[in-house]
């Protein structure tokens, strides 16, 4: 029997979505009468969004395909303070132009989501710059300033764990939570917007919007959190061995996006098919029982799902056959990622531990020397044990190109340019 009268907070609920509700009654019943407009908000503080904002987008996916409206706002007007929340030291502060550049790359992905359009049900992407960045101060200190008590501003953990750790908050962050708990309002002025939605260290903001409301007599607005994911070992979702897991293509490769699901802890398959697919459950619980050499086969799939939504099936097919190729036949593929060297460096010599830095596979000399040492390194698929060994023309392998290795789930090729 279902939990919920509504599709999208039973999809929610089973697939392990949910966190917080403000009024789980109110909202289902919301849910399974009308079609509710939702948003969640995305601040641009890179050029692309990261594996962590993943959850957050099938959310809005999921929204749409339970038969409502989402709403993607970007927060050009946000995104000029940053959210402080659980955040030791204030984001570096980016310039306008910086911030409606990100937004150009942001945009990219979501439409690989969600469809927007003119329907009821389609998809709307807002910038929240269109009524931010123009506000008059006075006034708005006047109209919406009035209703937030500082005292309970202070007691939200997001500002408490700042200041318990003794962390300086500054006025220009303090107003963060004011302007998204407005964007709430606005939204709802502007579209009808009825629910906002968020990862689990927004609640204070989302609860903050919602008294807003009451205060400016909008309609009875509602909040529902996702769980901050962390992996099973305890690694923060959308980092990698090198950074951020971008969602670009242009910043992080399909086939590198794929060979990060592929190396899912086996503890955390299930959990992902359920997060991160649209396989159906059924298909999923079938997966999810299977034990032993097969769960490698299980991750395949969840890679291929994932990759398939965000770079097309294509792609994410071209992906796992070169994996397959490089990792189970030995072969090279000349599809694994690449990085370009002059031929006339190479006939000088380039240092391995320069090289290893401008693959990607460490972040200085000093790591990449240490992954030498620990006989992590390998060319050509020979280990190499000598820190000082200088790559050259002479390492060219009879396919044009040389296999750089880190381990053995990490390649690039070398070409010569």
């Given at each position: 029997?279902?939990?919920?009268?509504?599709?999208?907070?039973?999809?929610?609920?089973?697939?392990?979505?949910?966190?917080?509700?403000?009024?789980?009654?109110?909202?289902?019943?919301l849910?399974?009468k009308?079609?509710?407009?939702?948003?969640?908000?995305?601040?641009?503080?890179?050029?692309?969004?990261?594996?962590g904002?993943?959850?957050?987008?099938?959310?809005?996916?999921?929204?749409?395909?339970?038969g409502?409206?989402?709403?993607?706002?970007?927060?050009?007007?946000?995104?000029?303070?940053?959210?402080?929340?659980?955040?030791?030291?204030?984001?570096?502060?980016?310039?306008?132009?910086?911030?409606?550049?990100?937004?150009?790359?942001?945009?990219?992905?979501f439409?690989?989501?969600?469809?927007?359009g003119?329907?009821?049900?389609?998809?709307?992407?807002?910038?929240?710059a269109?009524?931010?960045?123009?506000?008059?101060?006075?006034?708005?200190?006047?109209?919406?300033?009035?209703?937030?008590?500082?005292?309970?501003?202070?007691?939200?953990d997001?500002?408490?764990?700042?200041?318990?750790?003794?962390?300086?908050?500054?006025?220009?962050?303090?107003?963060?939570?004011?302007?998204?708990?407005y964007?709430?309002?606005?939204?709802?002025?502007?579209?009808?917007?009825r629910m906002?939605?968020?990862?689990?260290?927004?609640?204070g903001?989302?609860?903050n919007?919602?008294?807003?409301?009451?205060?400016?007599?909008?309609?009875?607005?509602?909040?529902?959190?996702?769980?901050?994911?962390?992996?099973?070992?305890?690694?923060?979702?959308?980092?990698?061995?090198?950074?951020?897991?971008?969602?670009?293509?242009?910043?992080?490769?399909?086939?590198?996006?794929?060979?990060?699901?592929?190396?899912?802890?086996?503890?955390?398959v299930?959990?992902?098919?359920?997060?991160y697919?649209?396989?159906?459950?059924?298909?999923?619980?079938r997966?999810?029982?299977?034990?032993?050499?097969?769960?490698?086969?299980v991750?395949?799939?969840?890679?291929?799902?994932?990759?398939?939504m965000?770079?097309?099936?294509e792609?994410?097919?071209?992906a796992a056959?070169?994996?397959r190729?490089?990792?189970?036949?030995?072969?090279?593929?000349?599809?694994?990622?690449?990085?370009?060297?002059?031929s006339?460096?190479?006939?000088?010599?380039?240092?391995?531990?320069?090289?290893?830095?401008?693959?990607?596979?460490a972040?200085s000399?000093?790591?990449?020397?240490?992954h030498?040492?620990?006989?992590?390194i390998?060319?050509?698929?020979?280990?190499v044990?000598?820190?000082?060994?200088?790559?050259?023309?002479?390492?060219v392998?009879?396919?044009?190109?040389?296999?750089?290795?880190?381990?053995?789930k990490?390649?690039?090729?070398?070409?010569?340019?």
């Amino acid at each position: 029997m279902s939990a919920f009268k509504s599709d999208f907070l039973n999809v929610m609920s089973e697939r392990g979505f949910i966190h917080q509700m403000s009024d789980e009654k109110g909202l289902d019943d919301l849910l399974s009468k009308e079609v509710v407009t939702g948003y969640i908000g995305f601040d641009p503080t890179a050029a692309s969004l990261h594996a962590g904002s993943l959850i957050q987008i099938m959310m809005l996916h999921w929204l749409q395909q339970t038969g409502h409206r989402p709403i993607a706002l970007m927060g050009g007007g946000t995104g000029m303070i940053g959210d402080p929340s659980f955040k030791d030291e204030a984001r570096k502060l980016l310039t306008v132009d910086k911030i409606d550049s990100n937004i150009a790359g942001i945009k990219k992905v979501f439409s690989n989501y969600i469809k927007f359009g003119d329907g009821a049900t389609d998809a709307i992407m807002v910038n929240n710059a269109d009524w931010l960045r123009d506000l008059n101060y006075i006034e708005f200190l006047r109209d919406v300033g009035r209703f937030f008590s500082v005292n309970k501003m202070l007691s939200f953990d997001s500002v408490k764990l700042r200041m318990d750790r003794e962390h300086s908050l500054s006025f220009l962050e303090f107003n963060y939570m004011i302007l998204q708990a407005y964007d709430f309002v606005e939204l709802n002025k502007r579209f009808g917007l009825r629910m906002q939605m968020g990862g689990s260290d927004q609640w204070g903001n989302i609860v903050n919007g919602i008294d807003l409301g009451h205060r400016m007599d909008t309609p009875q607005l509602f909040a529902l959190t996702s769980p901050l994911l962390t992996t099973a070992s305890g690694a923060k979702m959308g980092k990698s061995l090198n950074g951020a897991l971008w969602l670009n293509a242009e910043m992080l490769s399909p086939y590198d996006f794929w060979q990060y699901w592929r190396n899912t802890e086996d503890a955390d398959v299930s959990r992902f098919l359920k997060l991160y697919t649209t396989l159906p459950m059924d298909e999923i619980n079938r997966l999810s029982a299977l034990q032993g050499s097969e769960i490698n086969d299980v991750k395949k799939i969840l890679a291929t799902e994932i990759t398939a939504m965000l770079h097309g099936r294509e792609a994410a097919e071209k992906a796992a056959e070169t994996a397959r190729k490089t990792f189970e036949e030995g072969e090279v593929s000349h599809d694994l990622p690449k990085i370009k060297v002059s031929s006339d460096e190479l006939k000088a010599g380039v240092g391995l531990l320069t090289l290893l830095v401008k693959a990607g596979f460490a972040k200085s000399n000093g790591e990449a020397r240490r992954h030498v040492q620990g006989g992590g390194i390998r060319v050509n698929d020979v280990l190499v044990e000598d820190e000082k060994r200088s790559i050259t023309e002479n390492d060219v392998n009879a396919d044009g190109v040389i296999k750089l290795s880190f381990g053995k789930k990490k390649h690039v090729l070398v070409t010569p340019s």
